[in-house]
């Protein structure tokens, strides 16, 4: 089974903090790491020089998900419904979230807000504890 893991806790990954020990054990529970190709990018803009060569290497470990064309319509639909609420969503949060959901997999971050879609399993991995 796939733990979908968001930029959040890539971050934190990669600064050494807690979400790695949190991998660790989610691995042992059985599950495989992924995240998708809107975290990769949230991740290389924010780089700093000495991360670049392990984000490499942590990227490689990861089960990359696709955006597919079922994957952007549901993320589309979800900004559409939200928003006829009044709720504004944010066109990468939705697109990540489309991609767990689609996989059938939790989605850890260490901002749930950022994720209210029913449709998702959302665990909340607070950053730097």
């Given amino acids: 089974m796939l733990l979908v ?4 806790v890539l971050i934190d990954h990669l600064r050494g903090r807690s979400a790695v020990q949190r991998v660790l054990e989610c691995r042992e529970r059985g599950f495989t790491p992924a ?3 809107v975290n990769i990018e949230e991740i ?3 780089l700093r020089p000495a991360e670049v060569s392990v984000a ?3 990227v490689e470990a990861l089960v990359v998900l696709p955006i597919t064309t079922e994957v952007a319509s ?3 639909r979800w900004r559409r419904e939200y928003a006829a609420r009044g709720v504004t969503l944010w066109q990468a949060d939705c697109l990540i979230a489309a991609a767990a959901a ?3 997999a939790p989605l850890a971050t260490g ?3 950022d994720f209210p879609m029913r449709e998702v399993e959302v665990e ?3 950053v730097g504890e």
């Fill in 74 to 76: 549901l993320a589309g």
């Fill in 56 to 58: 490499e290497m942590l």
């Fill in 44 to 46: 290389v803009r924010g």
């Fill in 5 to 8: 893991l968001d930029t959040t």
């Fill in 35 to 37: 995240t998708t190709a």
């Fill in 102 to 104: 689609h996989a059938r």
């Fill in 111 to 113: 901002n749930p807000k």
């Fill in 124 to 126: 909340h991995w607070p």
